[in-house]
């Protein structure tokens, strides 16, 4: 089955700065990549997706690329703000398209 | 509040005893699916439906007992649960099982502990 890695685990940026974080995955049939952020005591919310057939998408300050050959995908986030800090997951839809498999999460946390 | 419902948001609950989480999506999606989220640990999928039917279960210990009534509810029923089955417990819905659509939609999530 499909298995994502993601990192770092924690991250600290001073607001104002780009956060970047990180995801492997293994199944090079899959083929859909979503991004969750998940804020204290709610549930995971999708901020940004991409498809395997785009290498990147942006959407204001929140950009997803994707590397196929390499089989890895990250987030960016610039110019961050206190707001931004949350536990963001990366995911990835299996070849089977039948379900998405996580990765651990990467606590953020934005300095004012 | 997302479109999906999950209620209690907290339970506490002894091993002995049995007890339901309910989950409701208005998004008018046919695909529900019910994870376990365990601290530094990554979302584990439990159970898949689609249509109504279950199509995945993912090795999970027949304590946790799945029902979907219609496409619009799902549970889940709890007994004699161990103390690490304590976790957040949460409902995701999407447009379709196969298709990606605008991706899964969470609710918040049950809060449950297992004492």
């Known amino acids: 089955g499909e298995n994502v890695e993601q990192h770092p685990s924690t991250l600290s940026v001073q607001e104002g700065d780009s956060a970047v974080i990180k995801c492997t995955y293994s199944d090079s049939a899959s083929n859909y990549f979503p991004w969750y952020k998940q804020e204290l005591g709610k549930g995971p919310q999708l901020i940004i997706d991409?498809?395997?057939?785009?290498g990147e998408k942006k959407d204001q300050r929140i950009a997803v690329t994707l590397n196929k050959t390499a089989k890895h995908f990250s987030l960016h986030i610039t110019e961050t703000q206190p707001e931004d800090s949350a536990v963001y997951f990366c995911a990835a839809l299996d070849g089977s398209a039948r379900q998405l498999t996580f990765g651990s999460g990467t606590q953020l946390t934005v300095l004012p | 509040e997302t479109g999906v419902t999950q209620t209690p948001r907290h339970l506490v609950m002894g091993m002995t005893n049995k007890k339901s989480l309910k989950c409701e999506q208005h998004l008018g999606h046919n695909a529900m699916y019910w994870y376990k989220q365990s601290a530094k640990k990554p979302l584990e999928l439990m159970f898949v439906?689609?249509?109504?039917?279950?199509?995945e279960n993912n090795s999970v210990p027949s304590r946790f007992s799945p029902e979907c009534p219609n496409s619009s509810h799902l549970f889940l029923h709890l007994h004699t649960l161990q103390p690490e089955d304590s976790a957040l417990y949460l409902c995701?819905?999407?447009?379709?099982?196969?298709?990606?659509?605008?991706?899964?939609?969470f609710g918040s999530g049950t809060r449950l502990t297992v004492v």
């Open positions: 439906y689609s249509l109504e039917e279950r199509v």
């Open positions: 991409i498809r395997s057939n785009v």
């Open positions: 995701a819905s999407s447009q379709a099982l196969r298709g990606t659509g605008d991706g899964y939609t």
